[in-house]
C-alpha cells in the first residue's frame, strides 16, 4: 500500500496524465463524429523551416533550431513534409529528432545540394515502401531544371507508407512552389496533379507545401478544381483540410510571419488531402518564444484519418 508522502505525487502525475492526453482524445470527446472513428489518426504538418541564412542574425537556424524541433516533439508531430530545408539543418533535426527518418533530395542536384523538401517521419510506426522526387518543370526528371517562369528550381518529394498500427497505406507529397513565377506555380500545380494520378491513382493522398498563393489564387483554384491540361473532372482533385476538418480550425488563418508581427491574409502553406481521409482537426500553430518564432512560416497541422472509413 502507498505511503501518505508517495500518494499524493502519484496522484498528481495521474492527473497530469489524463489531463494531458493526446488531442486525438479531445477529438473524439468534443466530436461525435470523430469518436466512431477506431482507426488510430496521423499527425501531419507542414512546415516551411526556413533556410540557414546567416543574414537572419538573431533568428538564424542555429538560434532556433531546437524551437523547430519542439514543434515536432510538443504537437505529437507523426510525418512532416518540411520546405527550405539544407541537408546540414536535416541532420540538425535528425539528432534533435531521435524518433524521425526522413526521405528527399536537394533541389540543386537531386542528391544534397540545395534546399530540400524532405518528408520526415515516426520510423517505428510508418514503413517507408518506396520514395523519389520529380522536379516542377518541362523535364521533371532532370535533376536542378527550371520551370517556366520560376526563378529557382522548384521539386515535389514523394512518398508511400504502411502504418503499422492500422495497416493502411497511403501516399505523401511535399512541395514548395516557386515564390516568382506567376505561371511556374500554374504549371506546378497542373503537373503535381497528373503526377498524383499517375505514381498514387486512387489511393489516399496527403500533399504539404508551401504554395505561394491564397485561396484566390490561380495554383489553389488548379489544385482544388482538377483544373488539369487534360480537363480531368473535380473528382481528380485535392481538397483543403482546413475545410474539411471535424473540428473548427484552430489558430490564425495566415501563415506568414517574416520573423515580425503575422502578416494578415497570407495564407500560402497548406495540407491537402485526396481518397478516403477524415480530418479531424485543423490548426495553424502560432507558438511563440518570448516573443520569437520558430521560422517566417507557421506550421500547419492536420490530424487525419487514413481508414476510408466515413465518421
Not at 479531445?26 to 488510430?40: C, D, E, L
Amino acid at each position: 500500500m502507498l505511503q501518505g508522502k508517495y500518494l499524493l505525487p502519484v496522484l498528481a502525475a495521474l492527473v497530469f496524465v489524463l489531463g494531458n492526453g493526446s488531442s486525438v482524445a479531445g477529438a473524439s470527446s468534443t466530436n461525435p463524429k470523430a469518436a466512431r472513428i477506431q482507426s488510430p489518426p496521423v499527425r501531419v504538418m507542414s512546415f516551411n523551416i526556413r533556410y540557414n541564412n546567416a543574414e537572419d542574425k538573431e533568428n538564424a537556424w542555429p538560434n532556433r533550431k531546437r524551437m523547430a524541433a519542439s514543434m515536432f516533439r510538443f504537437h505529437h508531430v507523426d510525418i512532416a513534409g518540411i520546405q527550405e530545408a539544407l541537408k546540414g539543418q536535416i541532420d540538425d533535426l535528425e539528432l534533435l529528432l531521435p524518433g524521425f527518418a526522413w526521405c528527399g533530395v536537394g533541389r540543386s542536384d537531386g542528391k544534397a545540394e540545395g534546399e530540400f523538401s524532405a518528408i520526415l517521419y515516426r520510423k517505428e510506426r510508418f514503413k517507408l515502401l518506396e520514395s523519389s522526387t520529380f522536379w516542377l518543370s518541362e523535364t521533371p526528371e532532370v535533376a536542378g531544371s527550371k520551370g517556366w517562369d520560376a526563378s529557382l528550381p522548384r521539386i515535389v518529394t514523394w512518398a508511400r507508407f504502411r502504418d503499422t498500427q492500422s495497416k493502411q497505406t497511403f501516399f505523401v507529397f511535399n512541395t514548395h512552389f516557386d515564390h516568382r513565377g506567376s505561371r511556374a506555380r500554374a504549371e506546378s500545380a497542373r503537373l503535381l496533379l497528373a503526377r498524383i494520378e499517375k505514381i498514387a491513382g486512387r489511393q489516399a493522398v496527403v500533399v504539404t507545401g508551401d504554395f505561394n498563393g491564397n485561396e484566390s489564387s490561380e495554383p489553389y483554384r488548379i489544385l482544388t478544381t482538377a483544373e488539369t491540361q487534360k480537363g480531368a473532372g473535380a473528382e481528380n482533385g485535392l481538397r483543403d483540410a482546413r475545410h474539411l476538418s471535424l473540428m473548427e480550425h484552430h489558430g490564425p488563418t495566415s501563415t506568414f510571419n517574416g520573423f515580425g508581427p503575422l502578416v494578415p491574409e497570407a495564407k500560402i502553406d497548406y495540407i491537402f488531402v485526396r481518397g478516403g481521409i477524415n480530418v479531424l482537426q485543423h490548426g495553424v500553430l502560432a507558438d511563440q518564444w518570448n516573443g520569437r518564432w520558430p521560422s517566417d512560416h507557421l506550421p500547419v497541422l492536420a490530424e487525419l484519418d487514413i481508414s476510408g472509413k466515413r465518421p
